[in-house]
């Protein structure tokens, strides 16, 4: 497969309609598979996500980015980033893929994760909405659109209206943001496409071991927004010192410690030389040592008290 056609290639090996909870009971994997051999610049893994499409391992993330959003696309897409995290209620759609493609690349050379917002989900149909953000992202496309939050009794009417995006093949893959098991529960007794990943809060503050492997006894990948804790960790004298030893940087120890638990990661921000040794975390490894040190940090902390989904003000 060549680089450029890399999403473009992977189809759907498994079957992404489901008739029941059953069969997704069936299909699902205690552990998710590992990411496949990288064809990908900087040597960044492809994860495969339960409908047979990869995503890959590293991306950008881009909460707040505003007027430097295009700047900043741009240069993680030049660095080699592929993976581009915005959502409805950033207001960047736009601007990201404009990033996209004053960098050069096309449609099928980038993976684009985006998501319905609180909003939105609160006025159906959602159909105009989410067909606002195709058109924002080039127009063809998109990659995998979740849902933002649980918004409490407009989950089920907004997957519905995802699952006719995947029928028609405007959206590739549907999947979930902030969602804890028993909203997952909730969604599998009547999804008839099932989800291929949960997106939630995941960094050394709040590690989330337990409800990690509870998501991935669904079958779902787990991709871990906020990976540095909004910067928040990156003075802790232990990741400087586990930095000393390999030679890098404490946000690479931190980026580097989330891929070797196998999440998806999408670190923001908008300054060039951050952009460019968040990129490199693929030529290091951290041993058994380095991890248990990393995971001591844990205090169960959010960035904000008030992201919690099962006390969220919905
Ligand atoms: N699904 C959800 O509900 C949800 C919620 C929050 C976030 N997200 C997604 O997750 C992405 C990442 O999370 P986040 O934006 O909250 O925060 P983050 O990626 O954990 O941290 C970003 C902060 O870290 C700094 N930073 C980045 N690299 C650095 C480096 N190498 N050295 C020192 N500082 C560095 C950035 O500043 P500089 O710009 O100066 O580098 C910025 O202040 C978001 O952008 C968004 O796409 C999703």
Redesign the pocket.
Known sequence: MNRRDFLKGAALAGTAILANKAAFAAEQAATPAAPAPSILPGNVPLVTLPNGRMIPQLGF?????KEKSVASVRMAAERGYRLF???QG?GNEKEIWQGIREAGLVRSEVFITT?ISTDNMRKPPQKACIERSIEALGGEYIDLM?I??PVRDHIRETWETLEDFVRQGTIRSIGL??FNPHHIDDLLAYAQVRPVLN???I?PYHSQEANIAAIRKYGLVVNS???????KV?SEAALANIGKKHNK????VTLRWAVQRGLVV??????P???S??FDIFNFSLDDADMTAIAALNRNER?NPK?DPDNFPW
């Open positions: 993330g881009t909460l707040w980015l995290d915005t959502a950033y998501k979740l933002h939050w943001s902030n997106q939630i809060e960094h927004w906020s990976p540095l804790a909004q910067g990156l940087t404490p946000a690479q999408i670190p923001r921000s908008q300054n030389a951050h952009i040794e968040n960035v992201n």
